[in-house]
Nanobody
């Protein structure tokens, strides 16, 4: 059973920055493309950013392009999300999970079967 632990969230003013981390254990991390998702109150969980198993390919939701950067360190079984120029609409609980890439689209793969506890990001205006 894989364990996903997200961390690094917090309260920040608009325009500020945060760096999220996702630590994975229980599976060979480097075998999987990974992604960040977020869920705001009253909204469905949405894809934010993804990275291929090697880190050579990345993808971002239009809403975060140019502001967020995804990266990974397979030796540490950890993925990161650098979030700059944060906006109040970025407020959400952020989660990580495995993704799959098909025909240029990035999806939750379901390979891990469960979610971590997430990390809360709150951006004040």
């Amino acid at each position: 059973q894989v364990q996903l632990i997200e961390s690094g969230g917090g309260l920040v003013q608009a325009g500020g920055s945060l760096r999220l981390s996702c630590a994975a254990s229980g599976r060979t991390f480097s075998n999987y493309a990974m992604g960040w998702f977020r869920q705001a109150p009253g909204k469905e969980r949405e894809f934010v950013a993804g990275i291929s198993w090697s880190g050579s390919s990345t993808n971002y939701a239009d809403s975060v392009k140019g502001r967020f950067t995804i990266s990974r360190d397979n030796a540490k079984s950890t993925m990161y999300l650098q979030m700059n120029s944060l906006k109040p609409e970025d407020t959400a609980v952020y989660y990580c999970n495995a993704v799959m890439i098909s025909a240029g689209n990035w999806y939750l793969s379901g390979a891990f079967g469960s979610w971590g506890q997430g990390t809360q990001v709150t951006v004040s205006s």
